[in-house]
């Protein structure tokens, strides 16, 4: 897995297991800083992988949790609202959100039957 962005026109590679910094990138000041720190908002720290988190921009991030009680939950941060946190009963096995606007697309299973369906609501409407 190798993503590549470009931060002040200078390629910048991650790769899975390190950052890969070209030698350019050592010249621009970079400086790292804590946003949201997930686990103070409740969230359960097993939700912190891949099939479980996404960040499709840097506006929102969704997590697919499950609440204290044991249900299931999905969680969207905005990023662009201080970090604003909802909470929602769901139940799916993916989350996504439009990146940007407030809509989320879930996944989730037919119970009983096989297969998959989709649906996608627009949270600030509730359609």
């Given amino acids: 897995l190798k993503v590549c962005v470009e931060i002040a026109g200078c390629p910048l590679q991650l790769a899975q297991e390190a950052f890969c ?15 949201i720190d997930l686990a103070s908002q409740g969230i359960n720290a097993q939700a912190f992988k891949f099939n479980s988190l996404t960040m499709e921009s840097d506006k929102y991030i969704s997590i697919k949790d499950t609440a204290p009680d044991g249900t299931a939950q999905v969680v969207v941060v905005d990023m662009h609202n201080n970090n604003a946190v909802n909470k929602r009963p ?11 606007d407030n809509i989320i697309a879930l996944k989730a299973a037919t119970e009983g039957q096989p297969g998959h369906f989709v649906q996608i609501f627009n949270l600030d409407t509730k359609e």
């Fill in 21 to 35: 910094l070209p030698s350019i990138m050592a010249e621009l000041p970079l400086t790292l800083n804590t946003t």
């Fill in 90 to 100: 769901m139940k799916a096995e993916a989350t996504l959100m439009n990146p940007q």
